[in-house]
């Protein structure tokens, strides 16, 4: 990374909700696990569809091209942010959704006495879908996690792997608490025993480039309102594996080709538009900063150049502003940060509990100054509730980072919780 300044007020004119105001302090967006704030051009994508273009797939007339146009466009937009084919892109509602399609699929594979192995650190959308098969007797293991690093326990995931895993279900970055685990170690070794991969990037397409070939997966999930855009959830699937894939039988859709034979029903094409669209505002971050990381870039070119420098501009920006929170937060004694050690890749998520307080109580005095941060479990029941134990004390205080946010909002939120914190001692 070479002579890199960001321009956050360039981002910002973008996002009319950044206008929004609580009790006279500005709203500062610190929710972005949860779902990230939209760009003006993203509203302008879903209006022009709706407006022009809104007609259902493959008539003659020109707004049903206009449809399939569009379509087209979308995938071949998102398979630029994944590194595939287009043809390797299919959508759904979201990334729960896709999984619980995924599953039913599979299960048509599957025999009892089969295994699958999930994690403890992932959301419950990467899990739920998986523990269901247990009902027809597929046997699901879940990959234990150590509850003072927040990291995954390797060896257990070695020791529970054996010829009879068909499929690792694996978590790139966990929303709880932002560690990013190696998914190509658990990849690569999956592959050994011929078991299939599904990576849950949903947290870290947020924060990292993703290359889907990079790190050899079968399948990846992501959901594009984490990542400025509507919601819609995105799923690359490897196209041979696709190809063979006995998808959940739509009668319209038995014989169909990837990627449709995935997409049961007829999509939001206005929110593909608008997920096209958010890609296209990192594209254009990255068209802005990319001579500051040409080292990184190497040979790319093109589109998929622009968003790999999107996203590392949105991610120096952040870890930029993450390190003085890190710090900050933990010379606070009553304040515990539940975070990977210094060295453990992350993403610019920070989650804390406050000693003998609930989270509910924390969030609602930070939403009183205009900080929007997020409390609870986050569908990330295993980590919160039986690893860390923290259900009877209201889960996790989960701070996120977006490129729309400045140093100056995250001075407001550290005097806030310093000030919280000096009167909960
Ligand atoms: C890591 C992770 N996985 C999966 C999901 C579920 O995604 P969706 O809401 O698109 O179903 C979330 C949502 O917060 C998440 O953070």
């Known amino acids: 990374m070479k002579n890199f300044k960001f321009d956050v007020d360039y981002v910002r ?7 929004r105001s609580v009790n006279g302090n500005p709203a500062a967006f610190f929710d972005g696990p949860g779902g990230s704030q939209v760009p003006r051009r993203v509203v302008a994508a879903i209006e022009d569809y709706l407006f022009y273009h809104n007609a259902n797939a493959g008539g003659e007339f020109l707004t049903s091209k206009d449809n399939d146009r569009l379509f087209r466009r979308g995938r071949e937009v998102l398979a630029d942010f994944l590194n595939c084919a287009p043809e390797e892109v299919c959508f759904g509602a979201n990334t729960t959704s896709n999984n619980i399609r995924l599953a039913f699929g599979f299960l048509r594979t599957l025999k009892a006495g089969d295994e699958i192995i999930i994690t403890d650190i ?13 009902d027809f007797g597929i046997v699901v293991k879940s990959v234990s996690l150590d509850p003072e690093t927040c990291t995954l326990n390797f060896d257990d995931y070695k020791a529970k792997l054996s010829d ?3 499929l690792v279900c694996v978590n790139w970055a966990a929303n709880a608490c932002g560690t990013i685990t190696d998914v190509k170690a658990y990849i690569e070794l999956a592959h050994k ?8 990037a949903v947290h870290y397409a947020a924060h990292k480039p993703i290359d889907v070939k990079a790190i050899d997966t079968d399948i990846l999930l992501c959901s594009a309102y984490k990542y400025f855009g509507p919601h819609v959830g995105v799923m690359y699937i490897r196209k041979e594996l696709g190809e063979s894939f006995p998808s959940v039988r739509v009668y319209a859709e038995d014989n169909a080709d990837m990627p449709t034979k995935m997409e049961t029903g ?14 296209e505002f990192i594209a254009d971050l990255g068209e802005k900063y990319g ?10 070119q093109g589109r998929r150049r622009d968003i790999v420098a999107g996203m590392l501009a949105i991610d120096a920006y952040e870890d930029g502003l993450v390190g003085r929170i890190r710090s900050e937060l933990s010379a606070i004694d009553n304040l515990k940060l ?7 890749p992350r993403t610019t998520t ?15 005095f930070l939403a009183e100054k205009g900080l929007f941060v997020w409390n609870g479990d986050f569908y990330a029941l295993e980590i919160v509730h039986n690893v860390l134990k923290l259900g009877p004390q209201g889960g996790l205080v989960r701070i996120g980072l977006a490129p729309y946010n400045t140093e100056q909002e995250v001075d407001r939120l550290l005097a806030a919780i310093k000030e919280f914190a000096a009167a909960h001692k």
């Open 13 to 19: 004119d973008q996002f009319p909700a950044l206008s």
């Open 122 to 134: 992932d959301h419950e959308g990467n899990r739920s879908p998986w523990r269901t098969l247990a």
């Open 164 to 166: 009879k895993t068909k």
């Open 193 to 200: 025993y011929g078991a299939v991969t599904v990576v849950d």
């Open 266 to 279: 007829t999509l939001s094409v206005a929110n593909i538009c608008g997920a096209a669209a958010a890609v």
């Open 291 to 300: 001579e500051c990381f040409e080292e990184e870039l190497g040979a790319l």
């Open 338 to 344: 539940y975070m990977a050690p210094e060295g453990t």
């Open 350 to 364: 920070v989650s804390f509990t406050i000693h003998g307080v609930n989270s509910a109580e924390v969030g609602k």
